[in-house]
Protein backbone atom coordinates (compact mmCIF):
# COMPACT_ATOMS: atom_id res chain seq x y z
CA UNK A 1 0.00 0.00 0.00
CA UNK A 2 1.58 3.47 -0.64
CA UNK A 3 -0.09 6.24 1.75
CA UNK A 4 0.79 10.27 1.03
CA UNK A 5 0.95 13.28 3.40
CA UNK A 6 0.55 16.75 1.92
CA UNK A 7 2.00 19.78 3.60
CA UNK A 8 2.65 23.58 2.74
CA UNK A 9 -0.72 24.74 1.71
CA UNK A 10 -1.70 28.37 3.51
CA UNK A 11 -3.21 31.84 2.97
CA UNK A 12 -1.34 34.23 0.86
CA UNK A 13 -1.97 37.26 -1.08
CA UNK A 14 -2.15 37.33 -4.85
CA UNK A 15 1.41 37.39 -6.25
CA UNK A 16 2.57 35.06 -3.19
CA UNK A 17 4.33 32.16 -3.40
CA UNK A 18 3.95 28.73 -1.64
CA UNK A 19 6.07 25.35 -1.93
CA UNK A 20 3.85 22.43 -1.41
CA UNK A 21 5.65 19.05 -0.40
CA UNK A 22 4.00 15.40 -0.78
CA UNK A 23 5.89 12.45 1.26
CA UNK A 24 5.05 9.04 -0.06
CA UNK A 25 5.62 5.73 1.87
CA UNK A 26 4.38 2.01 1.48
CA UNK A 27 5.16 0.11 -1.60
CA UNK A 28 6.67 2.16 -4.50
CA UNK A 29 8.00 0.54 -7.63
CA UNK A 30 10.22 2.24 -9.95
CA UNK A 31 8.69 4.24 -13.04
CA UNK A 32 6.06 5.94 -11.11
CA UNK A 33 4.25 9.37 -11.81
CA UNK A 34 3.49 11.82 -9.21
CA UNK A 35 1.79 14.57 -9.78
CA UNK A 36 -0.52 17.34 -7.98
CA UNK A 37 -4.16 17.72 -8.96
CA UNK A 38 -6.54 20.38 -7.37
CA UNK A 39 -10.29 20.72 -6.71
CA UNK A 40 -11.88 24.33 -6.39
CA UNK A 41 -15.58 24.47 -4.76
CA UNK A 42 -18.27 23.46 -7.45
CA UNK A 43 -15.47 21.81 -9.57
CA UNK A 44 -13.91 18.96 -10.77
CA UNK A 45 -10.64 17.87 -9.71
CA UNK A 46 -7.57 18.72 -12.29
CA UNK A 47 -4.38 18.10 -12.78
CA UNK A 48 -2.34 20.80 -12.32
CA UNK A 49 0.79 19.08 -12.57
CA UNK A 50 2.71 15.74 -12.79
CA UNK A 51 5.93 14.25 -13.63
CA UNK A 52 7.66 11.00 -13.97
CA UNK A 53 10.32 9.11 -11.98
CA UNK A 54 12.87 10.55 -15.35
CA UNK A 55 12.17 13.40 -14.54
CA UNK A 56 9.44 14.14 -17.42
CA UNK A 57 6.98 16.71 -16.70
CA UNK A 58 3.48 18.12 -17.68
CA UNK A 59 1.83 21.01 -16.73
CA UNK A 60 -1.68 22.28 -17.19
CA UNK A 61 -2.08 25.32 -19.34
CA UNK A 62 -3.23 27.57 -16.67
CA UNK A 63 0.14 27.22 -14.27
CA UNK A 64 2.74 27.17 -16.88
CA UNK A 65 5.06 29.53 -16.12
CA UNK A 66 4.19 29.84 -12.48
CA UNK A 67 4.19 26.63 -11.24
CA UNK A 68 7.47 24.23 -11.21
CA UNK A 69 6.82 20.46 -10.05
CA UNK A 70 9.75 18.51 -8.90
CA UNK A 71 11.07 15.33 -7.29
CA UNK A 72 12.90 13.53 -4.85
CA UNK A 73 13.48 9.42 -6.05
CA UNK A 74 15.83 8.76 -3.42
CA UNK A 75 13.10 10.73 -0.25
CA UNK A 76 9.97 9.58 -2.64
CA UNK A 77 8.62 13.16 -2.19
CA UNK A 78 7.54 15.66 -5.03
CA UNK A 79 7.29 19.23 -4.71
CA UNK A 80 4.98 22.06 -6.16
CA UNK A 81 6.52 25.53 -6.28
CA UNK A 82 3.98 28.03 -6.80
CA UNK A 83 5.17 31.98 -8.38
CA UNK A 84 2.62 34.82 -8.80
CA UNK A 85 0.14 33.01 -7.14
CA UNK A 86 -4.21 34.29 -8.35
CA UNK A 87 -7.20 33.87 -6.78
CA UNK A 88 -8.52 31.63 -8.99
CA UNK A 89 -5.55 29.55 -7.63
CA UNK A 90 -7.92 28.85 -4.55
CA UNK A 91 -8.25 24.48 -4.36
CA UNK A 92 -7.63 22.10 -2.24
CA UNK A 93 -4.39 20.35 -4.00
CA UNK A 94 -4.11 16.56 -3.77
CA UNK A 95 -0.72 14.50 -4.20
CA UNK A 96 -1.02 11.85 -6.68
CA UNK A 97 1.05 8.74 -7.05
CA UNK A 98 0.50 6.33 -9.46
CA UNK A 99 2.09 3.19 -10.04
CA UNK A 100 1.63 0.33 -13.22
CA UNK A 101 3.15 -2.84 -12.16
CA UNK A 102 0.88 -5.60 -12.90
CA UNK A 103 -2.38 -3.11 -12.84
CA UNK A 104 -2.64 0.39 -12.89
CA UNK A 105 -3.04 1.89 -8.86
CA UNK A 106 -3.64 4.91 -8.05
CA UNK A 107 -2.77 6.85 -4.31
CA UNK A 108 -4.26 10.28 -3.02
CA UNK A 109 -3.01 12.05 0.08
CA UNK A 110 -5.40 14.15 2.11
CA UNK A 111 -4.62 17.45 0.61
CA UNK A 112 -3.82 20.87 1.72
CA UNK A 113 -5.67 23.66 1.72
CA UNK A 114 -4.48 26.86 -0.78
CA UNK A 115 -5.99 29.97 -0.12
CA UNK A 116 -4.89 33.71 -2.63
CA UNK A 117 -6.31 36.25 -1.37
CA UNK A 118 -7.15 39.49 -3.47
Known amino acids: QVQLVESGGGLVQAGGSLRLSCAAS????????MGWYRQAPGKQRELVADITSGGRSNYADSVKGRFTISRDNAKNMVFLQMYSLKPEDTAVYYCNLRQSVVVVADYWGQGTQVTVSS
Open 26 to 33: GSIFRGNV
